[in-house]
């Protein structure tokens, strides 16, 4: 099959997630589909997304208000229950930002801010929960005192892999074929097809079905570069895990020959002043062969 893919020249690149949900209509079903509203008018959506904020080369993020409800939400395909303390982070920049200017924090009059809501949409292949909730407290030193801290964060995690919140998919078109296409992807890489054609493939196959064709024929080559950092993000992910394993287990390794050449060590020594106590310093110089050192060592206990 020919390669239809080619060169995106970006300082950065949008994940497939972020395109899909480029346009205010899409993610105005996307809200009603999480949170069981009905609104109508993507005029109502203003996207304050922060234009400067990227996680390994690639935009994961949206964020935008509707009706005084500040949303965030972001597309992870690893689980990290750092997500509250990234979107504390997030809320922090955008609070300020929307603080800017003529308003003033030390007045007297408070300021009214938008209510947050963070989700994150988990597609990654390590099986998770239909929907889980993380919260920043749970990082705290003091897990006890959390109720009394100064400040928290939570996110909801809502798994978005094929089969999963079926009623959220009902509802919301595109996020079901968002969740389609990716499992073409993994169903043909699990044929130990490559990546490169598993992502030809798919694509072919879901333009033709109509799944995502708008957003698949127009911009094919983008979508295949995106699919392809992703994955090779998620590659780099994993080596660096097989490597930290490694390097922990050769560590684990070399500490426990050193501790155990301590403890021989200290057994020999135990052993010594045992002998010389017994008045058999005579018999230390053939310690030098194991077989007699082992009988030593039963004799006296040690």
């Known amino acids: 099959m020919e390669n239809k893919r080619g060169k995106v020249n970006r300082t ?15 993610l105005m079903q996307l809200y009603n589909a999480i949170n069981n509203t009905y609104y109508d008018n993507p005029d109502e959506i203003e996207v304050n997304t922060m234009e400067d904020v990227v996680y390994m080369g690639m935009k994961n993020d949206v964020s935008f208000l509707i ?4 949303n965030l939400y972001e597309h992870q ?6 997500l509250p303390l990234r979107g504390l982070f997030y809320f922090a920049d955008l609070y300020r930002k929307m603080t800017e200017g003529d308003r003033d924090i030390y007045s007297s009059r408070q300021i009214q801010l938008p209510f947050p809501q963070f989700v994150v949409f988990y597609n990654g292949m390590k099986e998770e929960p239909e929907r889980q909730i993380l919260y920043l407290h749970e990082a705290f030193s003091k897990k ?7 400040l928290d964060c939570r996110a909801i995690i809502l798994n ?7 009623k959220i998919m009902q509802k919301c ?3 079901e074929e968002y969740a389609i296409f990716i499992g073409k992807i993994r169903e043909y890489t699990n044929q130990k097809l490559s990546i490169e054609t598993a992502i030809d493939r798919a694509v072919d196959e879901c333009i033709e079905a109509g799944i995502l064709e708008d957003i698949l024929r127009k911009n094919r080559e983008e979508v295949c570069s995106m699919l392809l950092t992703e994955y090779n993000e998620q590659h780099h992910i994993e080596s660096e895990r097989e490597i930290a394993k490694e390097e922990g287990l050769r560590e ?3 500490e426990g020959i050193k501790e155990g050449q301590e403890q021989e060590q200290r057994r020999l020594r135990t052993l010594i002043a045992k ?10 110089i053939p310690l030098a062969d194991m077989d007699f050192l082992q009988d030593m060592f039963k004799k006296y206990h040690i």
């Open 77 to 82: 395909s690893t689980y990290s229950p750092n």
């Open 67 to 70: 009706k005084d409800v500040l």
């Open 252 to 254: 684990g390794i070399k």
């Open 160 to 166: 978005i892999n094929l089969g999963h919140n079926k």
């Open 12 to 26: 950065y690149k949008d994940r497939l997630f972020k395109l899909i949900f480029k346009e205010k209509k899409d």
């Open 144 to 150: 006890n005192d959390w109720g009394k801290a100064a």
């Open 275 to 284: 002998m010389t106590e017994a008045g058999e310093t005579d018999k230390l």
């Open 173 to 175: 078109r595109k996020l």
